[in-house]
């Protein structure tokens, strides 16, 4: 799986342990939606983690290219906006998958993903599981 955040998105996640640690996950971090959308056309990404207001051409310029392109319009898009009726309706005109308006909480981010992308939570050991169910 490969998913793009943007940087300060990023930060609140560098010290724990996520969903963004694992070995079968890239990350790519992004200041720009110039940058988000270069990454993706090289990547094809399978998620992407961003604000509504982002460095560079407008979001609503660069998911709407995204979701014209047949190569890159089965990305998932998360979007962190502000808490107002003006920026969520911006994220629907993007076409976000999701969004989560701020103060936007780590660990809902985070939930989001993992749905997104379906995923399920890893524990710290496994359990093996018989044919019939029984452990």
Partial sequence: ???IISQDIYKLFQDKDSLL???DII???TGSNDETLKIHLAEKV????AELDMPGMTSELLYATIRKNPELRHVMVLMISPNTMKSVERCSRCMADAVITKPANPALI??????LLDISWREAS?????ANGKV
């Fill in 27 to 29: 990350v790519f971090q």
């Fill in 46 to 49: 399978n998620l992407i983690i």
């Fill in 1 to 3: 799986m490969k998913i």
């Fill in 110 to 115: 985070l939930a989001k993903a993992q749905s």
């Fill in 126 to 130: 496994q359990v093996r599981v018989s």
């Fill in 21 to 23: 640690n694992r070995q």
